[in-house]
């Protein structure tokens, strides 16, 4: 079993920068993979961005290629989401997943 905890979200203003990370811990040497979704109110829980645990091209949805970076530290056994020029319509709750589990969760709210 893995566990997962987020941490990084906020609220900032329209072509801002947040960064989110998420730290695994357990069966580390389970994960192939991790993803970041995102799920904004009334809509379904969508895949932003995902990395293979060995390396590399990472996948992004179209909505965030040129503005989100994910990337991995192994040492740390963490992935990171770099968000750049933030849109409104970014706005959601920011889920990491590997291996059946979900993280709690992080808000990121965008204004306008």
């Known amino acids: 079993q893995v566990q997962l905890v987020e941490s990084g979200g906020g609220l900032v203003q329209a072509g801002g920068s947040l960064r989110l990370s998420c730290a695994a811990s357990?069966?580390?040497?389970?994960?192939?993979?991790m993803g970041w979704f995102r799920q904004a109110p009334g809509k379904e829980r969508e895949l932003v961005a995902g990395?293979?645990?060995?390396?590399?091209?990472?996948y992004y949805a179209d909505s965030v290629k040129g503005r989100f970076i994910i990337s991995r530290d192994n040492a740390k056994n963490t992935v990171y989401l770099q968000m750049n020029s933030l849109k409104p319509e970014d706005t959601a709750v920011y889920y990491c997943?590997?291996?059946?589990?979900w993280g709690q969760g992080t808000q990121v709210t965008v204004s306008s």
């Open positions: 997943y590997a291996l059946g589990t």
């Open positions: 357990g069966r580390i040497f389970s994960i192939l993979s």
């Open positions: 990395i293979r645990w060995s390396g590399g091209t990472p």
